[in-house]
């Protein structure tokens, strides 16, 4: 019985939740395309209902740990489901993301995500994806804020084990800029498919800086070690909380 509970009230947060979207993005939706600021108020006004509706409706609440980078830094994150996107949205000032390009035609979410400056990126062959991914960085320069990559490429399950790829290193490179580690341990709450949601508390951390200058052998490696060995403690953490 208090699993079809919680398995209802995650139905009725989901519906909240997409409902919200293009309420609130066709409302602002005139000032956004006026001036780029309202378009980041909106996106946090949004990611902020969904961690609030999550919290009074399923019981997750969400936290966020760390030093939150506020300047020009990329951030290389661990990525478990849609949820720690919005975690990371919401707490920084102006984030843009690395995303397919595919997701351009997203009703409402396509349309703000280029207007804050989202880099997309054609799936296709390696090479010719990471060089037209630091092409675009670069072109973008002249709005700066927290440039979000997921070095794995895409979301991976908890304690599941995925390759990091080189595009994180290629813009750490080329960028010469600090890279902020990302953990979370999300995906224990809020799967990558499926609808029920876990009451518990979803955790996004940011994680020591890593300063340029490192060879990329030497910086995929420190970069993997320290968010895996924190997701393991957030995972660790969150099973503890459940026992």
Request: proline letters at 6%.
């Amino acid at each position: 019985m208090a699993y079809a509970i919680q398995w209802l009230r995650s139905v009725v947060f989901i519906f909240l939740m997409y409902v919200a979207m293009p309420i609130m993005g066709l409302v602002y939706l005139p000032l956004a395309i006026y001036d780029r600021k309202w378009a980041y108020q909106v996106m946090h006004l949004y990611c902020r209902w969904v961690r609030w509706t999550a919290h009074h409706v399923v019981g997750l609440k969400s936290e966020v740990r760390g030093e939150v980078p506020t300047d020009e830094v990329i951030i290389a994150s661990k990525h478990q489901s849609f949820f720690d996107i919005l975690i990371i949205f919401s707490a920084i000032p102006k984030g843009k993301f690395i995303m397919k390009s595919q997701l351009k035609w997203a009703p409402v979410l396509g349309l703000y995500a280029q207007r804050i400056g989202c880099v997309l990126v054609d799936r296709g062959k390696r090479g010719q994806a990471i060089k037209a991914m630091v092409a675009k960085v670069k072109a973008g320069k002249e709005d700066p804020g927290q440039l979000v990559i997921f070095p794995q490429g895409t979301r991976v399950a908890p304690g599941a084990k995925l390759p990091y790829k080189v595009g994180a290193a290629v813009l750490y490179k080329e960028l010469q800029q600090e890279v902020v580690p990302a953990a979370t341990n999300v995906g224990y709450f809020w799967p990558r498919h499926g609808v029920y949601r876990k009451p518990g508390v979803a955790v996004v951390e940011f994680l020591p800086r890593i300063k340029p200058g490192l060879p990329t052998d030497e910086f995929m490696q420190k970069l993997e070690e320290v968010i895996e060995t924190a997701s393991d403690r957030l995972a660790e953490e969150a099973l503890n909380d459940d026992r």
